[in-house]
Antibody, heavy 121, light 110 residues
Framework: QVQLQESGPGLVKPSETLSLTCAVS?????????WAWVRQPPGKGLDWIGN???????YYNPSLKSRVTISVDTSTNQFSLKLTSATAADTAIYYC??????????????WGQGTLVTVSS | QSALTQPPSVSGSPGHSVTISCTGT?????????VSWYQQPPGTAPKLLIY???NRPSGVPDRFSGSKSGSTASLTISGLQAEDEADYYC??????????FGGGTKLTVL
């Protein structure tokens, strides 16, 4: 069973970079899968941020693409999210998840518990 | 990419059935069977409920079923139970190799 745990600062100042890490246990990142980030503003719906394949390639939500970088560190079995030029609109619970995409399916099957990041001075 | 369209809320009595719709476009739901559904009880992380339109992961009761017609997918919950009260989200793969979610539907069990 894959387990995921997000970590990072709970408070980020406006215009600074929001950085989060997801520690993966129960599975080796280098074995496959795709690794994703999803966020949820307080009281609102889910928003897919992007994903990265174990080999390094991936895709981003077009609305965030200019500010987002997702990377993988196979040596520590972790993957990370960086979101530059943060604003109050980026305040949300951030989830990391496994993303499986096959020939006829694409879904997020394992999720972290989520971490709240507030952007405020 | 635009969010998929779901009704904000639905309700039903215990033992009855409810259906939640999820409308997309020819670039996502209408193009692929890569539609999934997630259940999110209050204060918890989302949980995969349905994948590939109608498949249930191990452990999900068969009271939950999915279907699709054209650009609209649907989640039906039969034999409603109090524990089914949660927010439900649909998601689809898109022709830009991204995922898009619906706005979410709050299910109230009366």
């Amino acid at each position: 069973q894959v387990q995921l745990q997000e970590s990072g600062p709970g408070l980020v100042k406006p215009s600074e970079t929001l950085s989060l890490t997801c520690a993966v246990s129960g599975y080796s990142i280098s074995n496959g899968y795709s690794w994703a980030w999803v966020r949820q503003p307080p009281g609102k719906g889910l928003d897919w941020i992007g994903n990265i394949h174990h080999s390094g390639g991936g895709y981003y939500n077009p609305s965030l693409k200019s500010r987002v970088t997702i990377s993988v560190d196979t040596s520590t079995n972790q993957f990370s999210l960086k979101l530059t030029s943060a604003t109050a609109a980026d305040t949300a619970i951030y989830y990391c998840a496994t993303q499986f995409c096959g020939s006829s399916s694409c879904y997020l099957d394992f999720w972290g518990q989520g971490t709240l990041v507030t952007v405020s001075s | 990419q635009s969010a998929l369209t779901q009704p904000p809320s639905v309700s039903g009595s215990p033992g009855h059935s409810v259906t939640i719709s999820c409308t997309g476009t020819s670039s996502d739901v209408g193009r692929y069977n890569r539609v999934s559904w997630y259940q999110q009880p209050p204060g918890t992380a989302p949980k995969l409920l349905i994948y590939e339109v109608s498949n249930r992961p191990s452990g999900v009761p068969d009271r939950f079923s999915g279907s699709k017609s054209g650009s609209t997918a649907s989640l039906t919950i039969s034999g409603l139970q109090a524990e089914d009260e949660a927010d439900y989200y649909c998601s689809s793969y898109t022709n830009s190799n991204t995922l898009v979610f619906g706005g979410g539907t709050k299910l109230t069990v009366l």
